[in-house]
């Protein structure tokens, strides 16, 4: 992709990017390690070091960062090397789909840690986002390390998989709330730091056969799985059914109640290798407009 860059003052500016907006980015359900600010800009961290997001007329800036640090991590990050408007052109062929990115048009899938990734999710399951943002900066806060502060905030490193593994259960539970979920955390931890399941690994494996190996670690289900195959494992056919994407497909595609299995199988055959994108868009759209909410 060819954009036309500008270094300055400790910051990066895209000139005249298109499918890119902040809000759409960080609230489509994908990541938790994001705050935003006052000025409605977004402060997220990553691989240790911490950017702020905003928009301004059709520039994208990216502030605390240079440009050295911006190829080396953020061009990855925010998957700029992929072209968003060939994706959107194929799946709006779908006509629901059509709708749905327009209202989430600057959408882009996040390329996480994986395993910050799969404690995230572990923590996500039957849980709501306030709770799980709180939960992880707790964990990070108690034991990850300090990175530094962005206005007046202090930013941690997400703990390693050694670390969490010899934490005590009722400790973790206690001091970062993470409910029941705790002795899933240490016990998947262990597995990943013991190399049971290698999740550096799984990125050279097709998605069937690495989503088989992570629904061995506590904790994770089929949609946690799918959610850590798409954000961190570049799995992009994997298609997450959550509350929201089965009342969407529920109230647009199949017009009455369907099963989990039958959603996915939906998705594989129609959106094939485009599912983790469709997923988004059709997740948005459902959440910010509350499709298929039963009304009081």
């Known amino acids: 992709m060819n954009y036309d860059i500008v270094e300055k003052d ?19 359900g994908q990541a938790f390690r994001w705050y935003v600010e006052e000025d ?3 402060t997220a961290i990553h691989k240790g070091k911490i ?5 301004n007329g059709r520039d994208i ?12 991590v953020w061009y990855e990050y925010f998957d700029l090397g992929r072209d968003y408007g060939k994706i959107k052109e194929e799946l709006s062929k779908d006509p629901i789909l059509k709708e749905a990115i327009k209202f989430g048009e600057g959408i882009r899938i996040l390329n996480q840690e994986p395993f910050e990734t799969t404690i995230s999710f572990i923590i996500s399951a039957n849980n709501q986002i306030p709770r799980i943002k709180r939960s992880i900066e707790l964990i990070t806060q108690h034991y990850g390390k300090s990175v530094g502060s962005y206005k007046d905030k202090e930013y941690f490193t997400f703990p390693d998989p050694e670390t969490l593994a010899n934490v005590d259960y009722e400790e973790l539970e206690r001091d970062s709330r993470v409910g029941y979920r705790a002795k899933y955390i240490v016990e998947t931890s262990n597995m990943i730091k013991n190399k049971e399941v290698d999740l550096d690994e799984l990125y050279k494996l097709p998605t069937d056969k690495a989503k088989e190996i992570l629904l061995k670690l506590p904790g994770v289900g089929p949609k946690v799985a799918n959610c850590i195959l798409l954000f961190s494992l570049n799995k992009n056919d994997a298609f997450p059914v959550d509350t929201w994407v089965k009342r ?15 959603i996915s199988q939906y998705a594989e055959e129609n959106f094939g290798s485009l599912g983790g994108f469709a997923q988004q868009y059709l997740f948005y759209y459902a959440r910010e407009l509350g499709i298929g909410k039963k009304q009081p």
């Open 10 to 28: 400790n910051k990066i500016i895209i000139k005249d990017i298109k499918d890119f907006e902040p809000k759409h980015i960080f609230e489509c």
């Open 40 to 42: 409605e800009s977004y």
């Open 51 to 55: 950017i702020n997001v905003k928009r």
């Open 61 to 72: 800036i990216f502030l605390n960062t240079n440009m050295a640090d911006f190829n080396d």
């Open 248 to 262: 969407v497909m529920e109230s647009l595609y199949f017009k009455e109640g369907a099963s989990i299995k039958r």
